[in-house]
């Protein structure tokens, strides 16, 4: 399975926009960007999702490099709220399973 | 809204004991899942089922099993509780399909002692 790389943790003020980071060099053709976030005590949660083109939802933006080995999910607005664990993961086609690497914390400064 | 719940939110069993984790969806999900979660390990995938009857070790399967008689419910069962299996457990379902999304429950917290 292709991997990903993202960094351990990110600080961020409140109101202000969060890019997090996510890098996946090994990408294959078929594989789809997938991000999950899980905030303290509960289950993850699926935030958005891309496989070339920029996503945009009513939680977040995802912007996809042209050659497709990084990604960036954008909380345009972080509030406290945002405060969790985010993962970015890669779906082959299929039943193939979610694979959790370990995320990035994320911390919302008020 | 698509609810996955587990039975229980706190568990407390004893070493030797048999234990089943229950986890029920609502939207008619074909793939469900069982992970462990544990501080510095992460999300770790121990079975998952495509449908009714059909199941798939995961990465950790040791000393677990699974059952899925109904498409709603998938059970994990600790066959005999040992302390290493004091965690976090979390179930997910979700349609077939590479670009649907997962739905999980809150999670149980299983202590071993």
């Known amino acids: 399975d292709a991997k990903t790389t993202q960094p351990n943790s990110m600080e961020s003020n409140e109101e202000e926009p969060v890019h997090l980071p996510c890098n996946h060099s090994t990408i294959s053709g078929t594989d789809y960007i997938h991000w999950y976030r899980q905030l303290p005590s509960q289950g993850p949660e699926y935030v958005i999702h891309?496989?070339?083109s920029n996503v945009n939802n009513r939680m977040a933006s995802l912007a996809i490099a042209e050659d497709r080995k990084s990604s960036t999910l954008i909380l345009h607005r972080a509030t406290l709220r945002d405060a969790a664990v985010y993962y970015c993961?890669?779906?082959?086609?299929?039943?193939?399973?979610?694979?959790f690497g370990k995320g990035t914390r994320l911390s919302v400064i008020a | 809204d698509v609810k996955v719940t587990q039975s229980s939110r706190y568990l407390v069993k004893r070493t030797g004991e048999k234990v089943f984790l229950e986890c029920v969806q609502d939207?008619?999900?074909?793939?469900m899942f069982w992970y462990r979660q544990d501080p510095g390990l992460g999300l770790r995938l121990i079975y998952f089922s495509y449908d009714v009857k059909m199941k798939e070790k995961g990465d950790i399967p040791e000393g677990y099993s699974v059952s899925r008689e109904k498409k709603e419910r998938f059970s994990l069962i600790l066959e005999s509780a040992s302390t290493n299996q004091t965690s976090m457990y979390l179930c997910?379902?979700?349609?077939?399909?590479?670009?649907?999304?997962?739905?999980f429950g809150q999670g149980t917290r299983l202590t071993v002692v």
């Open positions: 939207m008619d999900h074909e793939n």
């Open positions: 997910a379902s979700r349609l077939t399909g590479h670009i649907t999304e997962a739905f």
């Open positions: 891309g496989l070339t």
């Open positions: 993961i890669l779906r082959r086609s299929g039943n193939t399973p979610l694979v």
